[in-house]
């Protein structure tokens, strides 16, 4: 059974500071997903990662996927108050339907 | 804005009583995924349509079911609600069977009393 872990679960962090959150998965997966999540609304997708070594970027926000490892990390630079929110990983597996999520990465920028 | 809307926004049940979630996909869209979200989880994979046929299942009891009509929209239902059904229920839309992005509507808040 596929299984997503993100760590950490909580994050409250200073603006101006770089921080990272992790996605590990238990099987080979084709793809990767992050979203975002504020509270009460739904998911906004952020990023799909395809292929080892890929890496996305968006402001302040970086993703990258290593598929040897079963690993992703979502970095932050120079943190805002406005990326303050719920980010979830997702994966999925050849042929499967479905989307597996972490239990989601609540952080907080703090003035 | 995703262009996938969800009715209604909020419902209030009580136990044993059954309940249907509505779902406006993206034009376009044949593909329409649902799943329930627990107070401080992540989302849970119920089940998936493509072209009106279920493409897939979670692991999710009989009682709960869907629909998809022709023009793509969808249908979920649940019956003899239980304590634990209270989540928030989302569903997704792609242009694809084989998961391209899934987008997601804004979600129903089912709370069972």
């Known amino acids: 059974e596929l299984k997503v872990e993100q760590n950490p679960l909580f994050l409250s962090m200073q603006e101006k500071k770089n921080y990272t959150i992790y996605c590990n998965y238990s099987?080979?997966?084709?793809?990767l997903y992050w979203y975002r999540q504020d509270p009460g609304k739904s998911l906004e997708s952020l990023f799909v990662?395809?292929?080892?070594?890929a890496v996305k970027q968006e402001g302040r926000l970086m993703a990258s996927l290593d598929t040897k490892a079963r690993l992703s990390t979502l970095h932050i630079t120079a943190a805002v108050h406005d990326l303050s929110a719920t980010y979830f990983c997702?994966?999925?597996?050849?042929?499967?339907?479905?989307?597996?999520f972490g239990q989601g990465t609540r952080l907080t920028i703090n003035p | 804005e995703t262009g996938v809307t969800q009715s209604p926004t909020h419902l209030i049940k009580t136990r044993g009583q059954q309940v249907t979630l509505r779902c406006s996909s993206q034009?376009?869209?044949?593909?329409v995924s649902w799943y329930q979200q627990a107070l401080g989880q992540g989302p849970q994979f119920i089940f998936q349509?493509?072209?009106?046929?279920?493409?897939g299942r979670g692991n999710f009891p009989p009682r709960f079911s869907g629909l998809q009509f022709p023009n793509y929209s969808s249908e979920l239902n649940v019956n003899a609600l239980e304590l634990d059904d209270s989540a928030l229920y989302l569903c997704?839309?792609?242009?694809?069977?084989?998961?391209?992005?899934?987008?997601f509507g804004a979600g129903t808040r089912l709370s069972v009393l």
């Open positions: 997704a839309s792609s242009l694809r069977r084989d998961l391209d992005i899934q987008y």
């Open positions: 034009s376009g869209h044949n593909t």
């Open positions: 099987t080979t997966s084709d793809r």
């Open positions: 990662l395809l292929s080892n070594g």
């Open positions: 349509y493509y072209r009106e046929e279920e493409n």
């Open positions: 997702a994966v999925t597996i050849q042929g499967a339907q479905k989307l597996v």
